[in-house]
């Protein structure tokens, strides 16, 4: 195959795919002088909540303010402990600190979802909530999780930053728990020009506090009730995600139509160890936020694909989230260390055309020949 350029993300072209409709949208809001809490948020948040299947979403600030907030409402505060994956993004951790509460980590499973048997392992007597990410656009195995919280009378606190639109048993990621959090960072599978996320909740008095607490705990009259935060969804980043969710099944199914891709390119690959594919598994439904493999040799595999113009990254830097020492974590998880030497991530996204993809296989496979 002659040589080809795909990079890991490629920001520009997110914008050139609609870009005469991302600047029409912006001249005709910012001519409206709308930019905090008016009619395209309100209509992003009523259109998310469709999407979803849900009764309420509150647009956020990013994912890691939805993830603060979300545990303000189910009730996490100061001496609480919360059982954390260990194969997170920081932002979760972050979020059990910042409302004064202790993460605790557990380890992962060979597909970088939470393991249920570690979770229930590091339970203690503060334990109060489970908090699992739904990575790289796959649910936890959320039967197993959700009969632990309910024997030892624990909250489920989903960080589902990662996994929009996917689903556990028909039930969607970000509905397992009071109150689940997404973020619109501009390269998650739905994803704005900056900084956004949002809050979904089924309870009205949960999206009540929530958007309370998203605009320095004034109520709708202007009274303030309590302290909040500035956590809005910038108007204008509204507008745009109105735009893309418009699109967002199609998103989907292309990134679902790359993974069946790769699985069947690289199955055979004994050096390997791939997510499972779209249609494995009767329960989920996947989104594939991340295509993240465990290559034997991983390094020397992304120096190979960097030659050939392939791009690749390490979630987290390489750092399970217990490995950054300085944030001295109690952890037991001995899975994400091995896994820590062997994870990498195949450029996924949807603008990926077939011969990228294909591209890609021809040099994963030429590395180990
Ligand atoms: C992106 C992400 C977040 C936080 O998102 P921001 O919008 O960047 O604050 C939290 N958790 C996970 C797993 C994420 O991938």
Known sequence: MTERNV????????????GDEYVDTLREVMARGAYIMQKDLIQF???????LGAKHVIGVADGTVALTMSLKASGIGAGDEVIVSSHTFVATAAAVHHVGAIPVICDCLPDSMMDPASAASMISEKTRAIMPTQLNGRTSDMNAIGAIAKEHGLKIVEDSCQALGASFGGTKAGLFGLAGSY????????????????????????????????????????KVRAFGHNGRLDNIQAAILRLKLARYDDAIARRRAIASRYQAGLHDVAQL??????????????IFQNYEIQAENRDGLREQLAAKNVGTIIQWGGWMLH???????????????????????????????????DYVIEQVRAFYA
């Open 273 to 286: 160890l791939l997510p499972p594919a779209p249609d494995s598994d009767n329960l989920r439904f996947d």
């Open 7 to 18: 990079p890991f993300f490629n920001y520009p072209a997110l914008f050139a795919e609609r």
């Open 323 to 357: 490995q950054f020492d300085d944030l001295g974590l109690r952890a037991h998880a001995p899975y994400a260390e091995e896994m820590s030497k062997r994870y990498m991530m195949l450029p996924m996204h949807h603008m990926l055309a077939d011969d990228d993809v």
């Open 183 to 222: 973020s619109f960072f501009p390269a998650k599978t739905l994803g704005c020009f900056g900084d956004g996320g949002a809050i979904v909740t089924n309870s009205d008095d949960a999206a009540a506090a929530i958007r309370q607490m998203r605009d320095h705990g004034r109520g709708a009259d202007g």
């Open 45 to 51: 948040e009523e259109e998310l909540a469709d999407f």
